[in-house]
């Protein structure tokens, strides 16, 4: 059983920054979803736990930074430059199964509860 619990958010202004954090049960290839107001899931950024590969929604590159402490077993998005865009629940998530990257929601099998990040312009 994986359990993920996000922490960080908050509200901020625009261009300021944020540290998301996802303390995970065990170890796997993970990622970072987001869900504004009316609007579906989104991916936003993926990691290769064994690795640190990373890859990025092109929403996101240039500001955010995906990033996991394998000692403390915990992943990070790191986020700079924030918009009113960013607003949104995030979402930690984990896959069950080997293989990255992955960008679908439908690929991933635990999820945290999320965190809120408000931007406000």
């Known amino acids: 059983q994986v359990q993920l619990v996000e922490s960080g958010g908050g509200l901020v202004q625009a261009g300021a920054s944020l540290r998301l954090s996802c303390a995970a049960s065990g170890r796997y290839n993970m990622g970072w979803f987001r869900q504004a107001p009316g609007k579906e899931r989104e991916f936003v950024a993926t990691?290769?736990?064994?690795?640190?590969?990373?890859y990025y929604a092109d929403s996101v590159k240039g500001r955010f930074t995906i990033s996991r402490d394998v000692a403390k077993n915990t992943l990070y998005l790191q986020m700079n430059s924030l918009k009113p865009e960013d607003t949104a629940v995030y979402y930690c998530?984990?896959?069950?199964?080997?293989?990255?990257?992955?960008?679908?929601?439908?690929?991933?099998?635990?999820w945290g509860q999320g965190t809120q990040v408000t931007v406000s312009s």
């Open positions: 998530a984990a896959r069950s199964r080997t293989g990255w990257p992955t960008i679908s929601e439908q690929e991933y099998a635990y």
């Open positions: 990691i290769r736990w064994s690795t640190g590969s990373s």
